[in-house]
């Protein structure tokens, strides 16, 4: 995928553009929100927004850590130069710790089975013992930590790894008063305390994500991991950050029809009045929901307009009602609100979904333009 580095375009194609000035006011602002370490989670290319874009600017703002779920990912970050630490936490018993080695990346280790297998490797890695505290998900079960933190001594006693961290993951943090997270807190501060006593030293115990970090500073703890808020979304509905996406089409026809036309496929939508339809060569191929056909709106010349009848795969039609829009203008399908147009969030309700989905969706046909 090709990335261009332009001031802001009157669109010619479909164009995601992304601002690296608001990730850095954003990453700013939780570094200045917490004690601990910050972060930057930059897993699915940075939630949409280019892996080595915003981990670059996340680490020259504030950030020290990098985190990723995969190998893969891992590798991509260093790829780009970047020396910060970085942690993999969602890898395979069978992960390729060789490569993960070559690459300096720290690993979460969930079981037993994970850490035999990096210990058979043969290379001394830096791991994060990951406990489960309440998704059923990623992590060991309770049930099974005491026998991980014992094999994790008996394996840093042999010098063969060293267990640098401690790590859970809240279940609803998004609902600030929900008592599963006290309860996650209080199983990952339990689950590092029997740690120490068995011997470890883990320099740094982490759980909060985006919405924790802004919401309660209890799960701080010495390191928070940030995602989604750094690209200006904050699942808790606490704080306003600056969303860094403004994703833009152009209209590449315009045409007047009479009352009684039906448009797209099925004729969801028949017009009840003469009306001018424009349409953006942009659809859910591209990432724009389906799901969200007869409720959302874009931005064409300066008013929000309804998308009218059923999204298809590379074409969405707006109707403009008796305005003259030419050919050529540009749609603002989201962005982040300067001109009226709708949040990435808004689309996320109109298709039933949240915006991480939104944002992390956006194809691979819509031309990137970094700013
Ligand atoms: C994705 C992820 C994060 C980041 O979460 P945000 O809500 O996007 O900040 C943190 N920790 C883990 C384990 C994750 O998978």
Known sequence: M?????????????????DLSAIAANTRRFAA???????????????????????RVALT????????????EGVAVRATGLTAP???????????????????????????GHLDAIVAAGCPMRIHLQLDTGLARDGAAPEEWLELVAAARRAEAAGQITVVGVMGHLPAADRPGH???????LALQCGAELAVRAGLRPVVRHLAATAATLTDPSTH????????????????????????????????????????????????YVTDRPTTLALLPIGYADGLPR????????????????????????????????????????????????????AAGEWAEWA??????????????????VR
């Open 61 to 72: 703002n504030g950030a020290s850590w990098l985190g990723v779920t995969s190998i893969a």
């Open 221 to 268: 703890l010495d390191l928070v991991r940030i995602g989604v808020g750094l690209i200006g979304i904050d699942p808790s509905g606490s704080t306003r950050l600056r969303s860094a996406l403004r994703l833009v089409a152009p209209v590449v026809q315009v045409r007047r029809v009479p009352a009684g036309t039906g448009v797209g496929y099925g004729h969801t």
């Open 86 to 112: 970085v942690l993999s936490w969602l890898n395979p018993v069978e992960v390729d710790v060789e490569t993960a080695c070559r690459n300096r990346l720290d690993l979460a280790v969930p079981s037993v």
């Open 352 to 369: 039933g979904t949240i915006p991480h989905e939104i944002v992390t969706g956006i194809g691979p046909r819509v031309q990137r333009c």
């Open 179 to 185: 008592p599963a997270n006290a309860e996650g807190r």
């Open 2 to 18: 090709t990335r261009l580095r332009r001031p802001r375009s009157t669109a010619t194609e479909p164009t995601l553009e992304i």
């Open 33 to 55: 929100a917490t004690q601990g370490e910050v972060m930057a989670v930059v897993k699915a290319d940075g939630f949409g927004h280019g892996l080595g874009d915003v981990a």
């Open 291 to 342: 799901a969200a056909s007869g409720r959302a709106e874009v931005l064409v010349a300066g008013r929000r307009r309804p998308v009218t009848g059923l999204i298809s795969m590379d074409q969405t039609v707006v109707d403009l009602g008796d305005d003259p829009v030419e050919q050529g203008s540009e749609a603002v399908v989201f962005g982040p609100g300067d001109e009226g147009e709708p």
